[in-house]
């Protein structure tokens, strides 16, 4: 008998709220009510079944993407594989990187084939996915860490932009990180690609061989986790303003090597009180955060069509 996921409406009567296992889900639709309802509706049949499915390719999702064969059946499951797969040949990236995005697009997806909407969003734990219809617009919080979240600051994005995926990163987030960010914030075309981008940055904030940081075999923490025997941050001492700088520093590269890739639209980097925006300079996020250094690649291109 497959589990069906718990399913309410949140007190403000406009918010889904389904959840199935570590699947927790904040849902919003707008539109006529008729269609709300049938999207509302699609959704959670969308997420009937849906982790169930995955455990049964768990294995080959723990698996480095660089060695993972084609055999994955699961739509969702694939979708986590081609978002990471762009980072496979230089780092150690498994599927379950982008698990978070591919779920809340999947459910996303289900919510558009069956009504017609002006605007939704499915937030999977920070990871959303986005519609917007023609003149609508979703505003984005940036917060300095994923698991006690405060906003630092926010952009706008509209339908004309190609953004529809956001992903949140780092070291306090659910899942373990090889760098010492607090927060790396991604947008891109897509949720999956948006969660892959944002670990894959949040690990390249980082002082390696620093005495003070702590750090564990993930492992221990974990025993099936698909990291294995790999370094995981677990306690970051106050640095100096110089050690923050450096680290924030090689995010700051490697979020200027996938812009210039077409792998994300804009970043933003946040270290103990320090905060860097790497964007296409259209994204205007240096106007929305007072006082935060925004880095604009060598050769600019509009983020607006």
Known sequence: MIRRPQIALLPDGRRLHLQDGPIDLIVEATGEVSEIRTAYAAAAESLTGLLDRLCRELPRLRRNAAATDGALRDPVARRMHAAVLPYAAEHFITPM???????????????????????????????????????????????????????????????????????????????????????????????????????????????????????????????????????????????????????????IECAHGLLARGLIEGASLHLQGATEVVALSALSIDERIAGVPISTPQREKPIHA
């Open 97 to 251: 990187a982008a698990v978070a995005g591919a779920v809340a697009e999947e459910v996303l997806g289900a919510m558009m084939r069956a009504a017609e909407l002006e605007r939704a969003y499915v937030n999977n734990g920070g990871d959303i996915a986005l519609h917007l219809s023609p003149r609508q617009q979703f505003t984005v919080g940036l917060v300095d860490r994923p698991d006690r979240p405060s906003l630092i600051g926010r952009t706008v994005i509209d339908a004309a932009s190609p953004v529809r995926g956001i992903a949140t990163s780092g070291r306090g987030g659910r899942s373990f990180s090889l760098g010492i960010a607090d927060a790396v914030t991604v947008l891109a075309a897509t949720a999956a690609r948006a969660d892959a981008a944002a670990t894959i940055i949040a690990n390249a904030v980082d002082l390696p061989g620093h005495a003070g940081i702590k750090r564990c075999a993930a492992s221990e923490l974990q025993p099936d986790s698909d990291l294995g025997e790999r370094l995981v941050t677990r306690e970051v001492p106050q640095l100096s303003q110089e050690e923050i700088a450096a680290a924030l520093g090689g995010g």
